[in-house]
């Protein structure tokens, strides 16, 4: 009789160890991100990237982007990102271009909505895109903005 009386407690305990386990693995979800401290928010992306080509030469324009102060924090300037690849790199689907900064741009006076430029030197042979990311006067960057590409 007495192997009967532990059938039921080892099956309590076994149920105990399933639920605490199901309790510490699955109380999280969503999707994880930096921390972000209080009050410090990010600024939005850049939506209007354009570009002309002139005479070898790209130009890049943007407005500065509204944001509204509950959710976002004013753009105090842009990362401007570079990618350059050759005709091979440019062809291949699965590798992402290697963007690099080339520079940085303040928006220090400017109000939402003003025009902003940017010119580069392409280079020929190449595929160049480009891509802005803004950041806050905390040093918070936002999302990057759609990319922009030109082969040259």
Not at 45 to 73: C, M, Q, Y
Not at 104 to 125: C, N, T
Request: some cysteine; overall charge positive.
């Amino acid at each position: 009789m007495p192997a009967i009386r532990s059938l039921p407690a080892a099956g309590w305990v076994a149920a105990a160890c399933i639920g605490l386990l199901l309790v510490s693995h699955g109380g999280g979800c969503g999707r994880k991100l930096l921390p972000i401290r209080p009050g410090v928010l990010p600024p939005p992306a850049v939506a209007d990237l354009t570009h002309e080509v002139r005479a070898g030469e790209i130009l890049l324009f943007w407005s500065l982007p509204a944001f509204n102060p509950a959710k976002e924090s004013a753009a105090a300037g842009f990362k401007v990102l570079r990618a350059r690849q050759t005709t091979a790199e440019a062809e291949c689907r699965t590798c992402p271009p290697a963007f690099q900064l080339v520079a940085d741009i303040a928006a220090a006076g400017r109000s939402p909505g003003s025009r902003m430029r940017f010119r580069d030197v392409l280079e020929p042979g190449f595929k160049h895109s480009y891509k802005l990311i803004s950041y806050s006067t905390d040093g918070l960057a936002g999302k990057a903005s759609p990319p922009v590409a030109v082969a040259y």
